[in-house]
């Protein structure tokens, strides 16, 4: 799941053809893949793996002046890292 063009180029080029959604409006959309790669609100993520899916969450960690830019297959190749949620346990907090 991305937007970001230099994120599915370098996505399809580590993994063949792949399915690209740029949004989700509900998480019924996903129910027919077994793993998803992207970046979500952790609620969704632990509603995905209470659903048995997979979820690997896109983690960027970009200097403050490539903030807001889009980036390179290079420079995903040195910024990003794929962090996966294997176990998730969450409880709602209310003021």
């Known amino acids: 799941m991305s937007r970001h063009k230099g994120t599915i180029d370098y996505f399809r080029e580590k993994l063949g053809d792949i399915d690209v959604k740029e949004h989700v409006n509900s998480l019924e959309e996903l129910i027919d893949y077994d793993v998803i790669i992207g970046n979500l609100p952790i609620t969704a993520i632990a509603l995905l793996k209470e659903m ?10 970009v200097p403050r002046e490539l903030r807001g830019k889009e980036l390179s297959k290079e420079e995903l190749n040195r910024y990003m890292k794929l962090v996966e949620i294997e176990e998730l346990k969450i409880k709602e907090f209310k003021l």
Do not use: A, W
């Open 52 to 61: 048995g899916k997979r979820f690997i969450l896109i983690s960027l960690e």
